[in-house]
């Protein structure tokens, strides 16, 4: 008689625990450490230098000591750097030249910018390096913890720390996208594009309708904006509604004229995205050119009118040209 067969699924390898340093507790750094730190990672040391910095650290990373850049990097197996993008040539130049890293030592950044150019000074001395950078907003809270579960992170790193890399955004809960070294920084337009400029938007939508006399202008657009959110995810430029690519040239000029007349530090904004939705009528053939040659000409007058004047106050965009200018920059 032979023993009853039970199939068991095997096992994956359990990864090694890392001993992990953070220099700059911003909101990304605090909130990445202490999900390691719940995936069984050890955060051994933590800097930060201003008072929310020090909030945060003890919120998120209670009992983790705040030490000095160099003896974080010392103390370090997996070093974050999550400092601003201008600084991070200058942090690892500054760590390497101290004595403070190590060969065969993990250094990683959170820019979306940079890839590994910018920790070339870690690479020089035997560090391992690579780009772990999570396509998400941070509150620098505990709601962020949650909000890693299913978050992208764009990965740049040579091919032999793959699988370090893959490793630590499965213990964030998220998912890895790897992005070629050389479009790091369109890859970050692209979000900062999509995210930074869409809080712009929203912002100036909402005063447009508190102009209008709308009380609750939240409430108002919620439904309205997580529905063509959705959509847009979804179906891309299907999902265009609206005058524009209706071709109600009416009510397009109707438009520019109030916001001339009572919001004019939005109309710069709503006249290059305006131009930008009539192109892409355009091209998905629901737009006549026609319709799209009438729509234009109403948008290049707003803008003669605009310029005749000195708007109230300035923000993003206040011609199609400065506005169109703005969005070449790289925005955090």
Known sequence: MHPAH??????????????????????VGAVLAARLRAAGHEVVAASGESDASRRRLADLLPGVGVRKPTDVARAADLLLLTVPDD???????????????????????????HGLAVLEP????????????????????????????????????DEAEHDLLDGLVADLGGRPTWVPESRRTLYHAGLAHGANHLVTLVAEAKEVLAAAGVDDTSGTLRPLLEAALANA??????????????GDVGTVRAHVSDLLAQAPHTLGSYLALAQATV??????????????????????????????????????????????????????
């Open 122 to 157: 870690a690479r020089a001395v035997g560090a391992r390096t690579g780009a772990l950078h999570p396509a998400l907003t941070f509150t620098g809270t505990a709601v962020d913890l949650d909000r890693l579960a299913g978050c992208v992170f764009g990965l740049t790193a």
């Open 6 to 27: 039970t199939d068991v699924a095997p096992t994956q390898p359990e990864r090694a625990r890392l001993r992990i340093g953070v220099i700059g507790a911003g909101r």
């Open 87 to 113: 600084m991070l040539r200058n942090v690892a130049t500054t760590l390497a030249d101290a004595g403070a890293l190590r060969p065969g030592q993990v250094v990683l950044h959170t820019s979306g910018r």
């Open 279 to 332: 192109s892409r009528a355009v091209l998905d053939g629901r737009l006549t050119a026609l319709r799209a040659a009438a729509v234009r000409t109403v948008l290049a007058d707003a803008e003669e009118r605009l310029l005749s004047r000195s708007a109230p106050r300035a923000t993003s965009g206040q011609t199609l040209g400065a506005t169109m200018r703005g969005y070449q920059g790289d925005v955090r």
């Open 233 to 246: 995810l979804e179906s891309g430029d299907a999902a265009l509604t609206g005058p524009i690519v209706r």
